[in-house]
């Protein structure tokens, strides 16, 4: 009895602890959800009235649009500024295309004819143009998935993304081999989720998969489950596309299925070329990005101190607040001068006085000279008249 009932008590310390991991979990990753950040992007120290430009993302990298002088806060010094004190303008930027990663399945298995179709399709869809602004396209990479764990399926020429949609396109009409045999077709779309993630979160875009198979994958197919799981957190969402027979594979169409109804995307079945480029126009979403200028007038004194100031940010409860910024509280007329405007008060103020007081110098020198010879004649006349005296006096 007291063996069942130590047993039973482990099995429930287990099932608590399982719990508490899993409550810890659910809350990191809501924290993480709803996580604002403030970024400082350019900042003017000017007293009495500092600015910023900022930018307010989400936990994803997406910027928060919208946000009105309401959502902002500004500390001086750790002290709110008053709200009335405090300037906020919204500037859009232009559009950012999205990250997008395309599988392309090119196993024999599938059937050259199959192979072809396929890559006529990945080239509509990379042939589809987006709203995006001309210097900020959407940026593309290229896997191709093999049956060997020693063969790179990530394209080597685009593993760090491109926005040259041509290159892509050329690589796919010229230099696509088809693989021999079963592919590890999940392992390389986990790998894909994980690269176009961190693309769109460095960009701060929506990310999007485009997978081209029939879905079958008998060497990495314990890996779908996980792969699904990793596009759900990572929001990613995916076109799958189904080429190759149907016979006997529903087991892949299935799974290519669940791929896109179960991230938001969309699920195409032998689709024609051109509808696989018009879905995705439809599913892609193109980022616009906003900036906020914030000023506030400052009311401390021109003491010549240095301040410091915090924008934060508060939008449905989350909150955020960007680095600290510093200025010094010194007025225009307090503040050092350019050198160029220094010299050029010095040459029209010590020029002129320089030429006084030089021409009262040689004034001063020519009636010191004047009065001199003035003396020695004096002292000439007199030594004269004494000679003459002494000569008189002598003849006497």
Do not use: C
């Not at 009311?299 to 934060?312: F, R």
């Amino acid at each position: 009895m007291s063996t069942e009932w130590t047993g039973h008590r482990l099995r429930w310390l287990r099932n608590i602890v399982g719990s508490v991991g899993l409550l810890a979990v659910l809350a990191t990753s809501a924290s993480a959800q709803s996580s604002l950040t403030v970024k400082v992007l350019e900042s003017h120290a000017a007293f009495p009235e500092p600015a910023a430009l900022v930018e307010v993302v989400d936990a994803n990298g997406g910027p928060v649009t919208g946000l009105r002088r309401e959502h902002f806060t500004i500390l001086q010094d750790g002290k709110p500024v008053t709200p009335d004190a405090i300037d906020v303008n919204e500037i859009s930027v232009a559009k950012q295309g999205p990250a997008l990663a395309v599988v392309l399945d090119a196993s024999k298995l599938l059937g050259s004819s199959e192979v072809e179709v396929a890559r006529a399709a990945a080239v509509a869809l990379l042939q589809t143009r987006l709203d995006t602004a001309p210097n900020d396209p959407q940026y593309v990479s290229l896997f191709v998935p093999s049956g060997k764990l020693d063969q790179p399926s990530h394209v080597a020429d685009f593993a760090g993304f491109t926005h040259d949609h041509n290159a892509v396109v050329n690589y796919l009409n010229t230099r696509l081999e088809l693989q021999p045999g079963t592919t590890r077709l999940y392992a390389v779309v986990r790998e894909a989720i994980a690269a176009v993630s961190k693309k769109a979160r460095e960009r701060g875009t929506p990310a999007y998969i485009a997978v081209f198979s029939d879905g079958r994958d008998t060497l990495s197919a314990a890996e779908f489950e996980t792969a699904l799981s990793s596009a759900r957190q990572s929001n990613v969402r995916m076109l799958t596309v189904r080429y190759g027979s149907a016979k006997g594979g529903e087991a892949g169409i299935e799974r290519l299925r669940r791929l896109a109804e179960e991230t938001q995307g969309q699920f195409l079945d032998a689709p024609a070329p051109a509808l696989v480029g018009a879905t995705y126009a439809r599913l892609a979403q193109v980022t616009p990005r906003s900036t906020y200028r914030l000023s506030f007038v400052s009311t401390l004194p021109a003491d010549e101190e240095v301040h410091s100031w915090q924008v934060l940010a508060n939008v449905d409860g989350r909150e955020a607040q960007s680095q600290r910024l510093l200025f010094q509280a010194l007025l225009p007329s307090q503040q050092l001068r350019p050198l160029s405007s220094i010299l050029t008060d010095y040459l029209w103020r010590a020029v002129p006085a320089a030429m006084l007081l030089s021409g009262l110098l040689t004034l001063g020198v020519a009636l010191w000279q004047r009065s001199t010879r003035a003396e020695s004649r004096r002292l000439g006349r007199g030594l004269g008249d004494a000679a003459t005296l002494r000569s008189s006096s002598t003849r006497t």
